[in-house]
């Protein structure tokens, strides 16, 4: 409740400092359409091996001002890592950052040891390598930090880049498969930027509270490109990379989005939509109708963040301009898809075991908190005060929140060493999370499983996300989902569950658990 009285005060100043801050819209006209970056698959060579070099350089992407960004072997995102099913690929990360970071492969059913969470930090000038054997039906999954408390930042910095599990048993042959041409990935993101074009990235009271939401959206890194598609079926992957935003996608002439895949693989069949709400870090791949050679765009509608919609989201914003041109790819829309295992009834449901886990904003953010720190320095001085990284309350109490433990779950905030519990590998459990009913969506994650999701914030889930799940849209009611485990993680290298916007895991609302084989 008290978060929900804190943003109807800061959306009045927000709204006011996004329309103070929004940009004349001259040089868009005036510039020639970007076309799409598509990023190259990265394979592993004969001897399985690859590298990935975490590192700094300049982009730009707004107008013609050079932006400082980090990239994983280039300045901006990375390369589409491709993993054949089975078998084994020893990936090294190399940090030549200026800080401590680790690479987690988001999707991926591999053992803790390989999973590169907060517990595998990599510093600067070291390298850390992880062992990727997966046996997971084919699917788009993603890599990105997760380091201790900067996980927010170094997303915001641009380090993200997909995973293709590629699985000849589960692929499609009748789907399209030219990279980059009708198969397309898209990785999506908002990003903010400060008076002199630098990434505007800050973890404060604010964010901790709400994210850390832009005003600019970028499709692979750029801002509303233009792709020249074949006249045929087009196959989109999509990745919502945002650290906070939730999209809501549609196209500009109302042609349907056929979803085909979700986070962990292939639905049973496509399911029509008109729009599809993408929360962070989710995936979905969709299949879009393009054989008329009319263009349209892609888009990401207005979507309640917040209880608010802010400018420029409060309109279509577009994502990606398709200029069907050339000849169609044999490329189509199949009936069915892929198999997926029938659920377990209400009864069989009973007997399995059940944790709880329920989210929820430290009260010191609260109420009293956020009054007296707005009262004292007002909200725009709240939005730039630095972290303070001791947890002692002292007499001006407000201030010696511990933003690190500014979200929690089950009352606590994120400690590595005490895992909540110690599921066994091949047991199914039901998991169920709640949220505290505060205007936040908290899309859920959980490390080395792909789950099913039984009831989706109090409801039943909708078609296109009753498959393969690895995030859960938890808001004011509680999910339930079916998970079970195929590797071992134990307590020196645990695995997490956490929510994805990055400034609630960043702050505490994370928790680390155990599976014994
Ligand atoms: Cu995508 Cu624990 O993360
Ligand atoms: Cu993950
Ligand atoms: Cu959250």
Known sequence: MDRRRFLQSSSLIAAATAAATLQPTAWAAAAQVPALPIPPRLVADA????????????????????????????????????????????????????????????????????????????????????????????????????????????????????????????????LPQRWGVDDIPLVLQ???????GQIDYQLDAMTAAVGWFGDLMLTNGVAAPQHRAPRGWLRLRL???????????????????????????????????KTLEILPGERFEVMVDAR????????????????????????????????????????????RLATLPALPGASALKTLTQRRL??????????????ALMARYGMQAMAGMPMDHSSGHGEHGAMKLDLHSANLING?????????????????????ITGAGDMMRHPFHIHGTQFRILSENGRAPAAHRCGWKDTVHVENATSEVLVRFTRTADRAKPYMAHCHVLEHEDTGMMAAFTVSA
């Open 292 to 335: 008329s050679g009319t263009p349209f765009d892609l888009q990401t509608r207005p979507v309640m963040q917040m209880g608010m919609t802010l400018p420029p989201f409060d309109a279509p914003v577009t994502l990606l301009r398709v200029q069907p041109a050339g000849d169609a790819g044999p490329g189509r829309l199949p009936d």
């Open 412 to 432: 606590q905030a994120f400690d590595a060493a005490r895992p909540l519990f110690d599921a066994r590998v091949g047991q199914p459990e039901r998991w169920t």
């Open 358 to 371: 329920a989210l929820s904003m430290n009260p010191m953010l609260d109420a009293q908190g956020m009054q």
């Open 190 to 196: 908002d990003k903010r930027l400060n008076a002199s």
């Open 47 to 174: 001897q399985g091996r690859v590298v990935l070099t975490a590192q700094t350089g300049t982009s730009r992407l707004r107008g013609a001002r050079a932006t400082a960004t980090w990239g994983f072997n280039g300045a901006l995102l990375g390369p589409a890592l491709v993993l054949p099913r089975g078998k084994p690929v020893t990936v090294e990360v190399r940090n030549r950052l200026p800080q401590p970071t680790s690479l987690h492969w988001h999707g991926l059913l591999i053992p803790g040891r390989a999973d590169g969470g907060p517990e595998s930090p990599i510093a600067p000038g070291q390298s850390w390598t992880a062992q990727l054997q997966t046996d997971q039906p084919a699917a788009t999954a993603w890599y990105h930090p997760h380091p201790h408390h900067t996980s927010g930042l170094h997303v915001a910095m641009g380090l993200a880049g997909l995973i293709l599990i590629d699985d000849p048993d589960s692929a499609i042959a009748a």
């Open 239 to 273: 990745l919502n990379g945002c650290n906070a935003r939730t999209l809501n996608l549609a196209t500009s002439d109302g042609r349907t989005l056929y979803v085909i895949a979700s986070d962990g693989g292939f639905l049973a069949e496509p399911v029509a939509l």
